[in-house]
């Protein structure tokens, strides 16, 4: 982790109030996990106080190269937004765990809501070059200008389920609507019964008899505590990246502090990934 100056060599808005940056970060060189993250100072002075938290969306193709992807929300990202070309950003980073794929998992679900879909691009290729049998992705949106990241994991081999509030692109609902359909295609019981339509379904489950399934979420809470429930019903592995407010960033302040089943965590130095089963609610 470092703090470094990153010099904006791309700020482009790629639909209404989504921006991609692309940084080049003065002498970096360190490995970069996806879901890590940045803290960004989004001014050019001390206003906001607060650096803000952005994901690393991507890398590449040198070490010191890396993309962002944020939505204006407020007065932080409102300024990054309009920060120009080869101007400078001051950034800490990479910051937190990261995701980490056990290497019995082949097949992978992954689901974001709204700006969840900054992180899973960046998992997305890792996956696509090292693990892949099949990576399903399901993007949740308010509106079809709000559907961001689809090319990209097209390109990368993935099934790609889009599901929006209003339905003006794809299914109409919300993204956990799509994850019990999606599971389905792990259901490989010979005799063609399913957990969807059988009484014993409380016996037999996803995760019992195909465990090389893992789920990777990013989203608000409400996503992520029904991808829990739907993720603890069949026994799935899952990993979510937490979208707690932040203070330092490093670990220092509490300001980020969620409930597990060991005990109070950060979510900027133990997190922002957790395995979902951990979090207590
Ligand atoms: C680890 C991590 C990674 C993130 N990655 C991304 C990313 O890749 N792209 C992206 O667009 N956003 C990301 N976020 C969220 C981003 O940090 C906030 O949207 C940003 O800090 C808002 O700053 P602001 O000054 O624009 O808004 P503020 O003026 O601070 O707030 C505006 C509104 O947004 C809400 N808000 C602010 N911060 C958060 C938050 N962390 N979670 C939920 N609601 C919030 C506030 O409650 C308020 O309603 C990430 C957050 C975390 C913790
Ligand atoms: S933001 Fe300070 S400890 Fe996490």
Redesign the pocket.
């Known amino acids: 982790m470092i703090r470094t100056k990153a010099e904006i060599l791309v700020n482009q808005e790629i639909a209404p109030g989504h921006f991609k940056v692309v940084l080049k970060l003065e002498d970096f060189s360190e490995p970069i996990r996806a879901g890590q ?1 940045f803290h960004i100072r ?1 001014g050019s002075d001390y206003d ?1 106080l607060l650096r ?4 690393v ?1 991507r890398t590449g193709p040198t070490p010191d190269i890396v993309e ?11 300024l990054m937004s309009r920060r120009s070309k080869n101007t400078y950003l001051d950034a800490i980073g990479p910051l ?1 765990n990261g995701f980490k794929v056990p290497k019995s998992q082949s097949n992978f679900i992954l689901i974001a809501g709204g ?1 969840g879909v ?2 899973l691009v960046g998992l997305c290729e890792e996956l696509a070059k090292f693990r892949k049998r099949s990576i399903t992705v399901i993007i949740g949106a308010k509106t079809k200008d709000c559907v961001t990241c689809k090319r990209e994991f097209k390109d990368l081999g993935a099934e790609v389920i889009v599901v929006t509030d209003d339905g003006s692109e794809g299914e109409k609902g919300v993204s956990t609507d799509m994850l019990e359909p999606a599971l389905k295609q792990f259901d490989l019981r010979k005799d063609g019964s399913s957990p969807y339509t059988t009484k014993d379904t409380a016996q037999i489950t996803i995760g019992d008899y195909c465990p090389e399934v893992g789920i990777y979420a990013c989203g ?1 809470t409400a996503m992520l505590k029904a991808v829990a429930k739907i993720a603890k019903y069949h026994r799935i592995q899952t990993q979510a ?6 203070g330092c960033g490093i670990g220092a302040c509490l300001g ?1 502090v969620v409930k597990t089943r060991t005990g109070y965590k950060r ?2 130095k133990d ?2 990934v957790f395995d979902l089963e951990d979090l207590i609610w």
């Open positions: 993250f989004a906001p803000r938290p952005i994901s969306h962002i992807l944020y939505k204006v929300v407020g007065k932080g990202t409102r937190g700006m900054a992180p608000p990246s937490l979208e707690e407010r932040m980020c979510v900027c997190g922002p």
